[in-house]
């Protein structure tokens, strides 16, 4: 996948290679979570790598049920925990922080793992009768 002159990747090329919807991103950015990096002439919106992976942590949280707001707080403490020149107390909250959401995210799997396997169960149970009425 091709960047512009300058490195940047235009919301379209996001949007192929992080498999969302341009609607998603457009509001993320309204939101506050992923700002574009840069904006073309024409006001475009203009993206980074690192805009790239900060987009593909939060499609990971969307489906294990983070609101909007534990989004932020999740990538701010990223933010915190990948800047060197942060205070030590900060970086303390921000580890915290990400523990807490593992935990969660923990739990949300779970969960899932759970439904999928009554999902995959109910499909074996219309699978077994379906064949039975056939015969």
Do not use: C, N
């Not at 091709?2 to 992080?18: H, M, N, P, S």
């Not at 921000?94 to 995210?105: E, S």
């Amino acid at each position: 996948m091709g960047t512009d002159a300058g490195g940047y990747l235009q919301i379209g090329q996001v949007a192929e290679r992080t498999e969302l919807s341009l609607k998603s991103i457009r509001h993320w950015d309204e939101v506050g979570l992923v700002q574009p990096s840069a904006r073309s002439a024409g006001g475009f919106r203009l993206y980074t790598e690192a805009d790239v992976d900060r987009m593909l942590v939060i499609r990971r949280m969307k489906p294990l049920g983070f609101t909007l707001v534990e989004m932020k707080q999740l990538l701010d403490a990223v933010d915190v925990l990948d800047d060197s020149s942060a205070e030590p107390a900060a970086r303390t909250a921000a580890q915290a922080a990400l523990l807490a959401f593992r935990d969660k995210a923990a739990d949300s799997a779970e969960r899932l793992r759970k439904q999928l396997a009554y999902a995959e169960e109910f499909t074996d149970l219309l699978t077994t009768r379906s064949s039975e009425s056939l015969a």
